[in-house]
Nanobody, 127 residues
Framework: QVQLVESGGGFVQAGGSLRLSCAAS????????MAWLRQAFGEEREFVAA????????VYADSVKGRFTVSRDNPKSTAYLQMNSLKPEDTAVYYC????????????????????WGIGTLVTVSS
């Protein structure tokens, strides 16, 4: 059974940092690209960052470039999203997702843009 379980969300003041983790099981993690997506209240789900299967290729949404870093540990079947200099507009439910290739989508993400999805973790940034 495929599972993606996010952790590390919480409440932080603007300017602070959080590190999200995504523990994967039930599929061959090292064969899949991993992505982080987010959905703010009342908004559509959007692309945040992605990393290829080997970890040597990453892409970011313009809104997080220079502040967020995506990484992975294949032996641990875990992906990470280090979030620094957080802003109130980063408040959202953050999802990790897996796909055979890095998704081409950079804006709104649909359910079928990714193969496997986690259930999400809430990040709240206060001003």
């Amino acid at each position: 059974q495929v599972q993606l379980v996010e952790s590390g969300g919480g409440f932080v003041q603007a300017g602070g940092s959080l590190r999200l983790s995504c523990a994967a099981s039930g599929f061959t993690f090292s064969n899949y690209a991993m992505a982080w997506l987010r959905q703010a209240f009342g908004e559509e789900r959007e692309f945040v960052a992605a990393i290829n299967w080997s970890g040597d290729g990453t892409v970011y949404a313009d809104s997080v470039k220079g502040r967020f870093t995506v990484s992975r540990d294949n032996p641990k079947s875990t992906a990470y999203l280090q979030m620094n200099s957080l802003k109130p507009e980063d408040t959202a439910v953050y999802y990790c997702a897996a796909n055979p290739t890095v998704p081409a989508v950079r804006g709104t993400v649909r359910q079928n843009d990714m193969t496997y999805w986690g259930i999400g973790t809430l990040v709240t940034v206060s001003s």
